[in-house]
Structures are given as structure tokens and as C-alpha cells.
């Protein structure tokens, strides 16, 4: 009876082990196999080599992740390694869980360097892992110093896009007799005489995002910012030394409210405008102001994936009848800067090795975009072919990135994540005439740290 | 695959290991002297669940609450800045005003259209009951995120001359109104209140089917004794039916009403907390995700934990009644 008890006992501490193990097991099984690894010198012999498999998360869209992928995928099989890229629905909340639950991935894609810059505790310096002169030497100016943290870059970009456009229907400026603006009196008198006219609004400007409303105010406001007073006092905003409260921005603020809020320049005044989705492009395309017709959205080159299906087979097949771009002209007493975005990749600790190091000199290369340029994305590289771009209005997008000499990556997107949401909401606020600009810039400014 | 396998071996060995484990402490048990045993074997089989509850339960809570007095990142102390911060920014006061007026007005108007319901439907005659209470109770079955959805439609704005797509301003333009953009109008919290409807209408489902059940078991008796003491109708369920039903109708409201306290979903669907409709909890999740705010998004949700306590008592005790009435 006795040894029949120690038997027993024996078992079920084994049992009781088993689950303590098991516990402990499902906490640390996490996909960081490297985690150990000192950090390795920067030639990518030095690394240690991969285990044939990298795994990248980004933000981006269907039809967008779907293209990276495919570039992905025949990289991969070049070299024997498996890529695989998963987007995540909301990109900034989603990867702050996934490193708090230790599944972070190899390689991750921040739509906000800003977001990339508050994580930076957890990512390496790039030079750790790859030779950045190549990346470096073909990249627009202005890419390399946006996801700098301590004097090291932390993140380069994989896909553009371009803010500084204008998107017009060609026919119905020609029913009207209507010329594209080369300048701000002329930006200035075709608004006018559309007014006078009686033939729709000049604007189309829809603000609502969800989650986001308020952003396409926020590059509104940055593209004057930047047409103003140049790169200077653009970067001094970002960080704070130049406040939403100062002259410079409270009149690039005037300038924008100018443009959109003044009386008939948008459908339905600013309440509208914070209500009607970015995505609602089909006053463009309608006919006579009482079908609510917009002559003129300024909009990102993406914007082209939300255009009507039938506008966006006209643009495939090389017809430009019904949709064209011309930059945004500079304002009076300012020069034209180009405003645009993109997706930075940056590489977590632990996670570098040989594999990883060979997919990102691929997504810093001009290469990965080859498919991804059909779903509106554009290179931030110099040396991008042109000919890949799927049609001749992206091309001239392309071609306005690789020549930009002034390029502003969106502003609010590199500001502390707590200033670009009370930006976009007090913003939005502003837009839908709920408070004045004084309230809104004191609201912002009240976000730095 | 592996993880569905790995997924059902912890399962298993989680089922094994916690039988292993009472099984271990019966074990145990029996080595201890007779007197001991037969008072102390509760607490061994006590222990391991309220190790788990403190773990799960009560650990989180106070890291919260300790973490509400230190900085973004929760490394250095601020003492209360993040709750002076809190009552001093009038957007909170706002979002605290919000607050009370859902916990005002959704537990009130569930409970009431839901006895309403209940009481009109026992009315019917069986057939025309049961349609008439899977139609109420249909919502219940659509989750918060999905109802948003169907109302953000329905309260939807176009700018003029654009198809209308909004049911809400369809009509009222039918009628010769001029549309309006329902969500942004934050006059009276008007915006607040349009989302609250949303809330009504998922809960009032639950509300009538568990005092409608409450209210046919009222014994037949004293109500027959009412009509015979020629009690009209109204007095009938004001006086004999309404008082017999109470403690169920009172669980009832303070289900709602600590649902209506965490309420978040619904926000973060139709406005975002855009055009002053935040509410604590989405205030907490935007702090805590948004801007990684760590000490800032805990003070806001201690504030929240403070204010749904005592409801939480107040649950407690009207369950209590309940069973003492039983």
C-alpha cells in the first residue's frame, strides 16, 4: 500500500512538472530563435546564417501586399529563402501587440516614421546589417533622414507616394473652357470663374477616414508649410521648435482655409468635407453643381485605386480623356516642394541573419517596386526604370519623385504619434468650423512632450 | 497544422496536469493527521484557484493602478500629474459628462422598452408572441462592430446633390428638412445620444425576454384576486405584476448598466471619439494604443474602475435579493 502511494506521488509531480514545463514552453516558443545572438558585426558574413525563412509585416492594402509578395516570392526562390509578407489592419496598433506578445516579425514596413522612431529601442541600426551605401547612393535625397535615431538609420523606404497632385477631369475642363492652372493666379482665377460659372466647386476634398479623419487636411496644411518657408522651418515644425500657433503655420493654416473653406470652393462647406470619405472621388467625375460636380482634387498618387472602376480601366488602357494630374502651383510668395509619403522598413534585434540581411538589400533596392507600381505606388529611388510605371500619369509622378530637389515626407506623419492624431482630430475640427485655428494649434501644441 | 497539434497536446496535458494537481493535494491531504485535514482541506483546494484569480485578476489590477502614477512609459514616478492632468484638461470633463449621460439614459430606456415589450407581447396570444419577440430579440444577435455599421448607414451624410445614402436623411428631406450631418452634432450631445440608440436597440432584446420570463412566473393568483378586487389593467401591472418582478428588472439595469460603462465598440466604429463622443474606455484605448501613454491611459482607466465599483456592488447585492426571494 505504501510503495503503491509513492508511486502515486512520484507520477503526479512528474504530471504537475509536465505542466509547468508546458507553461513555461508556450511563453518562451516564441519566433526569435537568434535572440541570443551578440550583435554581429556589419558584413553580412559576419551574420549568422538564416533559417530560409523571413517573415515582414506591413500596412499595406490588398492589392498593394498582394505585388510585394509576388517580388518577394521570386526573390525567394533566386536565393532559397521563404518571404513571406503578412499586412496587419491596423499597422501602428497591431505591431505594438505583437512585440509586447514577443511575435514580432524579422523585417517590419511603419507607413509613419514617427512610429518606426518610438521603436526604435527594439529595432538595430541598418548599418549593423547591410552595407547602406548601395540603398543610399540611388535614393531621392531627403529618404535617408527620416527614421535617424542617435545619429544611426534605423529604417529606409520601400514604396512612395507622391501628395503634391492635382487631379482634374480633362473633359470637363474642355466643356468649360477651362485651362490647367500654371501658377497661384491662375490657381486663383479658374476657381473664380468656376464659381462665377455656376458650373460645380472647385474642390474636391473629402477628409474622412475612419479612424484617420483628418489627414488629407493635415497635408494640405503641410504642403503650404513647405511651399512657404522651404525645408527649414518644415523640419523645425516636425520637432516642435516651430509651433501650430506661430505665424508661419497659422498662415500656411489661412491659406488652406482660403482654398477650402471659403464659401463655394467645396460641396457642402468643411462640415461635409469632415463627414465625405477621402475615397468618395466621384464628384470628379459627375455632371453640373447640382450633382455636386468638383473640378480639382488634391490628392497622393494612391488615389488613383479609389477612382470608379471605369476611370481606372481608362487610365490601364493609356486614356486620358477623364483623368489627369498637374502639380499643385505654389502660393503666392512661395516655391513649389514636393510633399510625399511611403512605407520605412526597419529590422528587429535578434532577428538578423544572413537571409535577412539579403531580403533587405532587396527591399532597398530599386527592384522590389516592379510589380508594386501597378497599384498607384511610386520608387523613391533615382534610378528606377520608368518605363515599369503601368502608365504615362504615373510615369510623370515617377518622374517628379526622382527630380525632386525640395521633398517633404508627409509632416504629420513624423510628428509623435499623441501630436499626429490630436492634429488630425483637432484638424478635422478646424475643417468642420467647430473651432478656429487658435484652438486647434493650441490644442496640438499642447501634445509635445 | 503543428499549431492545431501543439494547440491540442496543452489543451490534454492542461486538463491531465490540473487533475494531477487536486489529485496531488487529496494526496497530500491524507498525510496530515485526521484533525488537521478536516479543517484545513478547503483551503488546499481553495489555493490554486485563487492563485489563478490573483494572477489574472487582482495583479493586473494593481500594476494598472500603479502604473496610472508614473510617466508615458511607466519608468519613472509623476505622483497624481496624470489624474491633475486628466481633470484638468476640459475634454476629459467632457468625456466624463458622456459617460454619465449613456449610464443616464441606455440602462433606463432598455429597461423600460424591454418590460414594455415583455408585458405587451404576454398580451398577444402565444403565436403573434413569439414573432413579435424574435424580431426584438433579432439585434441581440448582431455584434456591437456590425450594428455600428448598419447605423453609421443609417445615419449617414452626403454633401448636397450627391445620391443619398442615408436612411435617416432621406426621410427627413422627404418631410422638406434639409439633411443634416447627424454624427457631428455634438448641440446637447445630440451625436452621443444617436450613438446611445444604437445600444438600445442591440439590449433590448435581452431585456424583454428576461422579464418577460420573470413576468409569467407571477402566480396567476394575485392577479386573478386583483381583477376580482376590480383592479383595471394599469393598476394590475403597476401594482401587483411590476413590484413581484422587480429584483429581475433591477439585475437587468445594472447589467446594462455596467455594460454601458465599458461601452467602446461602438464608438470606436461610428465617430472614433471624433466630434466630443469619447467615452473613458476608448479615451483609454487611445492613450494606451495609440499614443503608447502608458501612465496617462491607466489613470484613465482607474477613473473608469473607480466609477463602475460600486456598481459592481450594487450587482452584487441585487443578486443577492434574488436569491433570498427565491
Known amino acids: 500500500m505504501k510503495t503503491n502511494r509513492t508511486f502515486w506521488l512520484l507520477t503526479s509531480l512528474l504530471v504537475l512538472a509536465a505542466m509547468i514545463l508546458s507553461a513555461c514552453g508556450g511563453a518562451t516558443a516564441t519566433p526569435a530563435p537568434a535572440a541570443e545572438q551578440p550583435q554581429q558585426p556589419a558584413e553580412q558574413g559576419g551574420l549568422p546564417k538564416g533559417d530560409g525563412k523571413v517573415t515582414i509585416y506591413g500596412g499595406y492594402g490588398e492589392a498593394q501586399g498582394a505585388a510585394f509578395q509576388k517580388a518577394l516570392t521570386e526573390f525567394g526562390q533566386a536565393n532559397g529563402i521563404e518571404v513571406t509578407f503578412v499586412s496587419l489592419a491596423s499597422f501602428d496598433t497591431d505591431i505594438k501587440v505583437k512585440i509586447e506578445a514577443g511575435q514580432e516579425p524579422d523585417i517590419a514596413m511603419w507607413p509613419q516614421p514617427g512610429g518606426l522612431k518610438n521603436l526604435a529601442e527594439y529595432l538595430m541600426p541598418l548599418e549593423d546589417v547591410i552595407d547602406l551605401s548601395k540603398p543610399l547612393s540611388t535614393l531621392v535625397p531627403g529618404w535617408d533622414k527620416l527614421a535617424v535615431v542617435d545619429g544611426k538609420i534605423y529604417g529606409l523606404p520601400v514604396s512612395a507616394n507622391m501628395k503634391t497632385l492635382v487631379f482634374y477631369n480633362p473633359s470637363a475642363f474642355a466643356k468649360h473652357g477651362y485651362t490647367v492652372p500654371t501658377n497661384a493666379a491662375e490657381l486663383e482665377a479658374l476657381e473664380a470663374k468656376i464659381k462665377a460659372d455656376g458650373t460645380g466647386y472647385p474642390w474636391c476634398a473629402g477628409i474622412e477616414s475612419g479612424g484617420a479623419t483628418g489627414w488629407p487636411f493635415t497635408d494640405w496644411l503641410e504642403q503650404y508649410v513647405l511651399d512657404f518657408y522651404g525645408p527649414e522651418v518644415y523640419a523645425k515644425w516636425i520637432t516642435g521648435e516651430v509651433d501650430f500657433a506661430s505665424p508661419e503655420i497659422t498662415k500656411a493654416a489661412d491659406e488652406v482655409a482660403k482654398r477650402l473653406l471659403a464659401e463655394g470652393q467645396v460641396n457642402g462647406g468643411g462640415i461635409s468635407m469632415a463627414t465625405d470619405s477621402f475615397q468618395n472621388t466621384a464628384p470628379l467625375f459627375a455632371d453640373g453643381k447640382e450633382n455636386g460636380q468638383c473640378f480639382m482634387l488634391r490628392q497622393g498618387s494612391f488615389i488613383t485605386a479609389f477612382m470608379p472602376e471605369n476611370i481606372q480601366e481608362e487610365i490601364k488602357a493609356g486614356n486620358y480623356t477623364n483623368l489627369d494630374v498637374f502639380p499643385l502651383p505654389a502660393p503666392e510668395g512661395g516655391q513649389a516642394g514636393v510633399l510625399g509619403g511611403g512605407d520605412i522598413a526597419g529590422v528587429f534585434k535578434g532577428h538578423a541573419d544572413q537571409d535577412v540581411a539579403k531580403v533587405l538589400e532587396f527591399i532597398f533596392s530599386p527592384e522590389v517596386l516592379k510589380y508594386q507600381v501597378a497599384t498607384g505606388d511610386i520608387s523613391p529611388h533615382k534610378t528606377f526604370d520608368l518605363s515599369l510605371y503601368p502608365n504615362e500619369m504615373q510615369r510623370k509622378i515617377g518622374q517628379a519623385m526622382a527630380n525632386a530637389a525640395v521633398f517633404g515626407f508627409d509632416a504629420s506623419d513624423q510628428m509623435p504619434a499623441e501630436v499626429n492624431a490630436e492634429f488630425w482630430a483637432a484638424g478635422t475640427d478646424f475643417v468642420a468650423g467647430r473651432i478656429t485655428w487658435e484652438e486647434a494649434a493650441k490644442r496640438i501644441d499642447s501634445k509635445y512632450p | ?326
Request: net charge neutral; glycine share 4%; aromatic share 14%.
Open chain 2, 1 to 326: 497544422m503543428g499549431d492545431i497539434l501543439f494547440g491540442l497536446l496543452a489543451i490534454l496535458i492542461g486538463v491531465a496536469a490540473s487533475y494531477g494537481l487536486y489529485w496531488l493535494l487529496n494526496l497530500l491531504l491524507s498525510f496530515l493527521p485526521e484533525r488537521i485535514r478536516k479543517k484545513s482541506d478547503w483551503l488546499a483546494f481553495l489555493t490554486p484557484a485563487a492563485v489563478l484569480v490573483i494572477l489574472i485578476l487582482v495583479a493586473p489590477l494593481f500594476q494598472t493602478i500603479v502604473w496610472s502614477f508614473m510617466d508615458d512609459r511607466a519608468r519613472n514616478w509623476v505622483g497624481f500629474e496624470n489624474y491633475i492632468d486628466l481633470f484638468t484638461d476640459p475634454r476629459f470633463l467632457q468625456i466624463l459628462l458622456n459617460n454619465f449621460l449613456w449610464v443616464l439614459v441606455v440602462p433606463a430606456l432598455t429597461v423600460a422598452f424591454g418590460t414594455a415589450a415583455a408585458a405587451l407581447s404576454n398580451q398577444v396570444g402565444p403565436k403573434l408572441e413569439s414573432i413579435f419577440k424574435s424580431l426584438i430579440f433579432m439585434p441581440m444577435s448582431i455584434s456591437f462592430v456590425a450594428a455600428s455599421t448598419i447605423w453609421a448607414y443609417f445615419y449617414a451624410y452626403v454633401p448636397p446633390g450627391r445620391p443619398e445614402v442615408g436612411l435617416l436623411n432621406a426621410v427627413i428631406t422627404s418631410l422638406g428638412y434639409s439633411s443634416q450631418p447627424w454624427l457631428t452634432i455634438d448641440e446637447w450631445h445630440i451625436n452621443s445620444f444617436l450613438l446611445m440608440a444604437v445600444v438600445v436597440w442591440l439590449q433590448v432584446g435581452y431585456s424583454m425576454v428576461v422579464i418577460s420570463s420573470a413576468i409569467k412566473s407571477v402566480p396567476e393568483e394575485t392577479i386573478e384576486a386583483a381583477q376580482l378586487d376590480g383592479a383595471n389593467p394599469w393598476q394590475i401591472f403597476f401594482r401587483i405584476i411590476l413590484p413581484q418582478v422587480w429584483g429581475t428588472v433591477m439585475s437587468v439595469f445594472v447589467t446594462i448598466l455596467i455594460l454601458v460603462m465599458k461601452i467602446f465598440d461602438i464608438v470606436l466604429a461610428m465617430t472614433r471619439g471624433n466630434f466630443n463622443t469619447s467615452v473613458l474606455a476608448f479615451e483609454w484605448y487611445k492613450q494606451f494604443f495609440e499614443n503608447s501613454n502608458i501612465g496617462p491611459a491607466s489613470a484613465v482607466i482607474t477613473v473608469l474602475v473607480i466609477l463602475i465599483a460600486p456598481l459592481m456592488w450594487l450587482q452584487i447585492q441585487t443578486a443577492r435579493q434574488q436569491e433570498m426571494l427565491r
